[in-house]
Every structure is written in C-alpha cells, then in structure tokens.
C-alpha cells in the first residue's frame, strides 16, 4: 500500500499552497528542484518570513511527484518542535489547494514511543514518560517469545485471549461493562491492564500486530487503515487510528513511514546511529529528498548525537551484570549449589553456557573486561579526587561549593593519545580489551533478558558500546574528559564527592562535518535552510558540504533579505561598551557598560508593543530583568531554564494583556524557533555577542580541532579563520541574529531590531560586524547611545502615522 501519486506534466506551481509565492519563494524552488535533479544540494539562507517552509515543501512534492524522477519520498528534519507544526501546517494547506484530480499528499509526524503507546499516554499498567522503552521492549520480547518458534501458542490465541477477558467480564452478570483502555478521544478493544497468557504478561496491542503481518510481505499490509485519501496523519490520527482499532501505534508507525510522501521527524532520525539503525534506515537512501530545516543547528546537533560517553554509574551497573553472569558458571564449576547465585539474582549456568557458545564471546573474556570495568572505575574515582584536591583542597568540608567542572584527559591544545588510554596500556588492558567491551555487554543483556523477568535497560551494551568508540575514534577530532555533573545524593557518605557529583567520561566529536557530509551523501538531494547561515564559506565547510561538492554532488546557494517594506522596520547597532566578562564585571557590580546597556535596552523598551531582549546567559539575563523592572513602569518577564511547560506558560503571558518586556539567554528556547506573528513583538534587542564558556577544556579542544581542519590562510581551500571564529565566534552571531529576527516576519509587521554592544557598531580586533550578511550590515547603521532615544522616537512616530 502506498500513497504516492505520480502526476504526468507536474508542476510546482499545482503543489504551492497559497495562490502566489514571493518572488524569492519561486527562485528558490526553481533552484532546488534543479539541484536535486543533479543529485545535489541547495543551500538557502533566507529572512524570517520569507516562506522558506513552502519553498522546501513545494519542491520536494514536486520531485515525488513526478513520474521522472527518482524521489519517493520527502524527509523532513528540524531541531525545534515549532517548526515541525509550521510543516504539519504548510502540508495542511498545500493538501487544500491540489488540483481536484490529485490525491492529497501523505504525511507523517515522526515521535516516540512515549507520544504513541496507549498505556503510557493514559498512565497505566506501569507505564510512564520515564518506564515506557524499557517496559515496551521487555512486553515485546514476551509476546515474540510466547509465538516464536518454540513459543506456547500463537498471535491469534494471544489477540483473541485479551478480548476474551473483556468477555468473560460481561459475562460475570455486572451491570457495568469493563472499563475499555481509551487514548486520543477512542475507546481500544483492551482493558487498561496488560494482558497475561499462562502467567506471561505480553502486550495485546502488538500481538495484534504481529497476528496482522503478512508471513513474507511488506509490513504495511498490517496497517489497519488506507494511506490514499488521508493527507497528514499527525500523532493524535496515528493512535486513534491504531489503537482504536487494537493495534500497536509505534508498530505501525514503523511500518507506514517508507511509504508516506512526507516524513516530519527530528535530526535525530537521520543522524543517530542507533535510531536509524533500528527504526529509521528506509528512509536513508537515494530516493529520499531530505530537508535540513533551522540549519544553522546542524552542526552542533549533528556532534552531540555522533559524540559518546558513559556515566560511572553505567559502569558500576555493568560490573555488576557481568558478576551475574559470569557467578553461576564459577559456583556451578566449583561444585556449589547454583541456587547460591539465584540469591542475587544471577543467570543461570546452564543458560550462560549456551548463549556463550552461541557467540564469540568466551567466558575468559567476560571476566578480563569485568576487571577491566572495576579498575577503569577505581581509576576514575582516584582522577576525580585527585583533581579536586588540586583545584578546591577544602572540598571535603562543603560540597555544596562544588559546581559543574571538567577534567580534560590530554592538554586541550595538543592532539595525543588520552591519559586514560595510557593508564588501561600501563595495566595490561590493551586496545582489544576496549572494543571487546561491545560484543561481551551485548551477550551480557541476551543473557540476563533471558534469565530475569524484569523490564529494564541493561548497562552493559551502553557501557561497552562506549568503551569500544573510546579506543576506534581519533585523538584530533575528538577529545576525552571526565565531566562532573553537579547534582545531589543523600545515600553518598558526607565526605563522598558522589555526594555532589555524576562523573562521566565523555568523546566529543569536535568537527562532526564528516559525519554529517556521510549521511548527506546517503539521500538524493534536497535543501539545507536557516534564517541564519553566513558566512556561507563557514558553513559549507563546518558542515562537510564543501566535501560532499569534491565528490562531485553539486551543491549550490540562495541568499533572500529581508523583501518587506523597509520603512516598517527600524535597525540599530548601538555603539555601547563590548559586553565583555571583563568590562560589566561581577553582577551586582554598577560601572558604565552595565548601565549603557541597561539604558539602551530601556529606550528600546518604550517601543509601544512587547519587546524581547536577549542576553549571553541565563545569570545576565537574571540581573537584567532587576535592573529593568527598577526602571520600566510595564511588566518585566524573565526566563529562566525551565522545562517546556513553564516555557510555554511564559510565553502565553507575554503574548496576553498589556504590552511587557520578556528577558530571556540567547542561547535558550525563546529566541529561535518561536512564532512572534503579527503584533506579538514590536523590538527586540540583543544585548553581547552570546560566546560559549571559552575557557572551558572542551572549547580548547573544539578551537584547536577546527584551526587544525579549517585555517590555514585559505590557500588550500579552507576558509582561513581562526578555530575561534569558525567554532565560537560565527556560531555566536547567528544565535544573535536569530533573535532579531523574531520580529518582522511578514510584510504588514513593524518594529524595531537593536544589536546593542559596540562589536555590532564598529570594526575593532574583535568586531563581528564582517559576520553580517552584506543586506543586514547596510541596515543596521551604527548609533551612539545619546542618539538612541531619538531613532525609537523618530521611527514610532513615522511608524503611527502610517
């Protein structure tokens, strides 16, 4: 079953959704599809509002549906949950406006399991947000294993045994029917408990899709509803549709997303290798016209899913699977009772025989890497103890003082072989111990899955998944430390800095630009898209685009301004002191850039309308909201780092009643992403340019790899900017312009964007101006701060009176 349609004498014009594209919308899906037809790559950086969603959408439909091409399927990939309902919206109105003989465009918004299982969207039979993977692996596994080839029975009886129970209580003569499992507004036919078959809970709603599946045909002949006529199936129409029916919806999910036009999903599901490896691989090939939305955040998304690590309490856990493992055949070999290694929980021997001489693993070697984890874990412990007595020798008297802290392995600046990596040679662990680790924490968890009844996530494969990367990837491009997580455990003794700390050693990816340019090169073509991707030469190379070009997959760009009217928007670079850490000082401190920035933020703040103001962190950001509401007679809002529900309850405050001031860090949520429509913001004003922690080991680390990969003068091609500017400084201005960017995004929408540090103003050592596209560098002309007040006056009162 499929939902594709080829139309002959397709046209994109029949696919746009509304009834004329901006001139620029039509340029970039004439070059997109034109790019895509090469196999190749349109890079676009467009002006917030400027219809970059339609544009993307436009062209991939186009290429699916044309009978020449080679494209099957449009994917979809953003950063920010925002922007995957702008697509789910786009998709709504381009199905509205399709010529009357074209089937509607099916699509499908990609989530977890925790979005789409019924029992952990209603809370019951033991499944939550936190339960719901390791619950739905280990009722998945039960259910194979009562059908499978030496199973007790089949789907059918397990399908039909569930309801049975639902009858059985009718039956009983109760005046009230049993209480049905419901979930998105639809009654299942299942009672909220899982069901049990010869005292084996399984889960009948994946029973019931395993009954479905065709004995050797595509699994989408289990799909219990028809793709053609049903558009975009979002995830409330997933799970009503599946499991109103009595089938699992991730299952299904799984099994429709080859075959829809247009997947929505996250980076993650192209470039998490674990999740393409077991949910998303379809849709990695070249029939797949992939979409890189809000691609300024490739890169650093891109590293953090191709970077790896392990908690020391991943390793404790996994040392103590491998005891329960390797115990029973050591008791049973010693001529004990193996029910002494039942007393905690262990496999037993016979079991652990059989698995491991089904594998390549050998008991020697389970034990070598059991000690191997002990001794890594002493090892840690002694590094960790070590270092704070160096840098806090008091620590031991109040842990409350300790603070997220680092422990770089290797001198950041210089490539070489990690310290840890040394001390496991020095102790007789070579490389081989390191990636053995993988194979044995895989035999591990089959092991004990077996043998223990119980839904959870062995530690073993993480730990040794992580163990074995550690000792493959390089000592350039990565780099090892030990993180300190601040957090708090009561159970630790009082002079423990478990007390405090999570310790984990961690391998940053620092130039994941390979990575991403290898899974680019895997899909046909497409577009990669952002409000905010100068310069351009930076971006090509960070993200391996410029490598994928040498291969010979044409990759080609766009840049769109701003095309609104100019005269209803007003553009400052204030001329104010650099909002460096060594000019505004410690927070509570009063000196003249903290005040220039409070009184240019406060003349902008009179703007009659809600203004957002950005600040580089979340702690400056604190104390500018003080400072504002001391000053403002309108409400001052501060965000503060939150989960999503406060997120979102701040921003219905905003955007309700009287006009306010919201503060939040540039590097939050609120200033990309968000949709400030119409009259939702009138200013917003960016207070510094938003650097990471530069005196961090891993920034070292991350400078140095990218001045090693991309400087270099330009004269072999490389950008020749400092590992500075290409990894902290660019990165820093796009999330700057990103902010800005919130207020005009349509042609009816006024309002006044402010840069407010002298960086923004001026050429100097440190300027970012240059880093500006040339269109927003003629626009925001330098201001001093005397005449600040005037521009917002002059621009407000021209502004009202038309």
């Given at each position: 079953m499929s939902a594709a349609q080829r139309v002959p004498d397709v046209s994109w014009q029949a696919v746009f959704?509304?009834?004329?594209?901006?001139?620029?919308?039509?340029?970039?899906?004439?070059?997109?599809?034109?790019?895509?037809?090469?196999?190749?790559?349109?890079?676009?950086?467009?002006?917030?509002?400027?219809?970059?969603?339609?544009?993307?959408?436009?062209?991939?439909?186009?290429?699916v549906r044309d009978p020449d091409s080679k494209y099957e399927r449009v994917l979809v990939l953003t950063s920010v949950k925002q922007q995957l309902?702008?697509?789910?919206?786009?998709?709504?109105?381009?199905?509205?406006?399709?010529?009357?003989?074209?089937?509607?465009?099916?699509?499908?918004?990609?989530?977890?399991?925790?979005?789409?299982?019924?029992?952990?969207?209603?809370?019951?039979?033991?499944?939550?947000?936190?339960?719901?993977?390791?619950?739905?692996?280990?009722?998945?596994?039960?259910?194979?294993?009562?059908?499978?080839?030496?199973?007790?029975?089949?789907?059918?009886?397990?399908?039909?045994?569930?309801?049975?129970?639902q009858t059985g209580l009718l039956d009983t003569g109760a005046t009230q029917g049993p209480d049905y499992l419901s979930t998105a507004g639809e009654p299942t036919p299942f009672l909220p408990e899982t069901a049990e078959y010869a005292d084996t809970e399984y889960c009948p709603f994946y029973a019931t899709f395993l009954d479905d599946l065709p004995e050797d045909g595509d699994p989408v002949e289990a799909v219990p509803f028809d793709l053609t006529d049903r558009g975009h199936i979002d995830t409330d129409d997933l799970v009503r549709l599946s499991a109103g029916y009595g089938t699992c919806p991730h299952s299904v999910m799984g099994a429709v997303l080859p075959h829809v036009e247009v997947v929505l999903g996250n980076y993650y599901h192209a470039f998490d290798p674990q999740t393409v490896g077991s949910f998303t691989g379809a849709l990695v090939d070249d029939a797949t016209f992939v979409v890189c939305d809000e691609a300024h955040m490739l890169e650093p998304r891109v590293r953090d899913l191709v970077s790896d690590g392990v908690g020391l309490t991943t390793l404790r856990d996994a040392e103590q699977e491998l005891t329960r493992v390797i115990q029973p055949v050591e008791f049973d070999d010693a001529g004990k009772d193996a029910a002494g290694g039942s007393e905690t929980g262990s496999a037993d021997a016979d079991l652990v025989r059989g698995e491991l001489a089904d594998s390549d693993v050998t008991l020697r070697e389970l034990r070598e890497v059991r000690a191997f984890v002990s001794d890594l874990r002493s090892e840690i412990d002694r590094r960790v103890k070590a270092h704070l007595d160096r840098s806090l020798p008091d620590w031991r008297a109040d842990l409350s003082r300790l603070e997220d802290d680092e422990i770089p392995l290797r001198d950041?600046?210089?490539?070489?072989?990690?310290?840890?990596?040394?001390?496991?040679?020095?102790?007789?662990?070579?490389?081989?111990?390191?990636?053995?680790?993988e194979s044995v924490g895989a035999v591990v968890a089959r092991i004990l899955n077996e043998a223990e009844d119980e839904d959870v996530r062995r530690a073993a494969p993480a730990a040794g998944r992580a163990l074995a990367n550690w000792k493959r990837c390089d000592h350039v491009s990565y780099f090892r430390e030990i993180e300190l997580e601040r957090t708090w455990d009561e159970t630790e003794s009082r002079n423990s800095w478990r007390r405090a700390y999570n310790a984990r050693l961690a391998l940053h990816n620092c130039v994941p630009g390979e990575a991403i340019a290898e899974r680019l090169g895997e899909f046909g073509g497409g577009v990669l898209m952002s409000a905010t991707l100068e310069p351009m030469d930076v971006f090509?190379?960070?993200?391996?685009?410029?490598?994928?070009?040498?291969?010979?997959?044409?990759?080609?760009?766009?840049?769109?301004?701003?095309?609104?009217?100019?005269?209803?928007?007003?553009?400052?670079?204030?001329?104010?002191?650099?909002?460096?850490?060594?000019?505004?000082?410690?927070?509570?401190?009063?000196?003249?850039?903290?005040?220039?920035?409070?009184?240019?933020?406060?003349?902008?703040?009179?703007?009659?309308?809600?203004?957002?103001?950005?600040?580089?962190?979340?702690?400056?950001?604190?104390?500018?909201?003080?400072?504002?509401?001391?000053?403002?007679?309108?409400?001052?809002?501060?965000?503060?780092?939150?989960?999503?529900?406060?997120?979102?309850?701040?921003?219905?405050?905003?955007?309700?009643?009287?006009?306010?001031?919201?503060?939040?860090?540039?590097?939050?949520?609120?200033?990309?992403?968000?949709?400030?429509?119409?009259?939702?913001?009138?200013?917003?004003?960016?207070?510094?340019?938003?650097?990471?922690?530069?005196?961090?080991?891993?920034?070292?680390?991350?400078?140095?790899?990218?001045?090693?990969?991309?400087?270099?003068?330009?004269?072999?091609?490389?950008?020749?900017?400092?590992?500075?500017?290409?990894?902290?400084?660019?990165?820093?201005?796009r999330k700057a312009r990103q902010a800005i960017g919130r207020v005009i995004r349509g042609p009816e929408e006024v309002g006044i964007r402010a840069l407010i540090d002298a960086r923004y103003a001026r050429a100097s050592w440190d300027s970012v101006r240059e880093y500006l596209p040339e269109t927003e560098r003629e626009e925001f002309d330098p201001v001093s701060p005397d005449m600040l007040g005037y521009g917002v006056d002059r621009f407000w009162s021209r502004a009202g009176e038309e």
């Open positions: 959704g509304h009834d004329e594209p901006y001139p620029e919308q039509a340029d970039g899906i004439d070059a997109t599809i034109d790019a895509a037809d090469d196999d190749g790559f349109l890079v676009v950086e467009g002006a917030c509002g400027t219809g970059k969603t339609m544009l993307a959408l436009t062209a991939g439909i186009d290429r309902r702008q697509f789910e919206a786009d998709l709504e109105a381009i199905n509205a406006n399709l010529p009357i003989d074209w089937r509607p465009v099916s699509g499908l918004t990609l989530v977890g399991k925790a979005d789409v299982c019924p029992y952990s969207r209603e809370t019951v039979a033991g499944v939550d947000d936190e339960t719901v993977y390791d619950r739905c692996e280990g009722l998945r596994e039960r259910t194979r294993n009562l059908v499978g080839e030496d199973g007790q029975t089949s789907t059918g009886t397990l399908v039909s045994e569930a309801k049975a129970t950041p600046e210089a490539p070489a072989v990690d310290d840890l990596t040394e001390w496991a040679d020095d102790a007789g662990y070579d490389g081989g111990t390191w990636v053995r680790a090509r190379e960070v993200t391996g685009l410029d490598a994928l070009a040498e291969r010979g997959r044409p990759v080609e760009e766009r840049t769109y301004g701003l095309s609104f009217p100019a005269a209803n928007r007003a553009s400052f670079a204030v001329d104010v002191p650099k909002f460096t850490h060594e000019n505004r000082g410690r927070r509570g401190e009063s000196n003249p850039t903290r005040r220039a920035h409070v009184d240019a933020v406060a003349e902008i703040a009179r703007s009659p309308g809600n203004v957002l103001v950005g600040m580089p962190n979340y702690g400056e950001a604190s104390w500018m909201a003080e400072a504002l509401a001391d000053r403002l007679d309108r409400p001052v809002l501060l965000d503060e780092s939150s989960g999503d529900d406060a997120t979102e309850a701040l921003k219905v405050e905003f955007f309700g009643g009287e006009p306010k001031v919201l503060v939040t860090s540039l590097r939050g949520t609120l200033t990309e992403g968000v949709d400030y429509r119409g009259d939702r913001l009138a200013a917003a004003a960016v207070c510094g340019v938003p650097l990471i922690d530069t005196s961090s080991p891993r920034t070292r680390a991350l400078r140095t790899a990218y001045d090693r990969r991309f400087g270099g003068g330009g004269s072999d091609g490389r950008n020749g900017r400092s590992g500075f500017e290409t990894a902290l400084t660019v990165p820093a201005v």
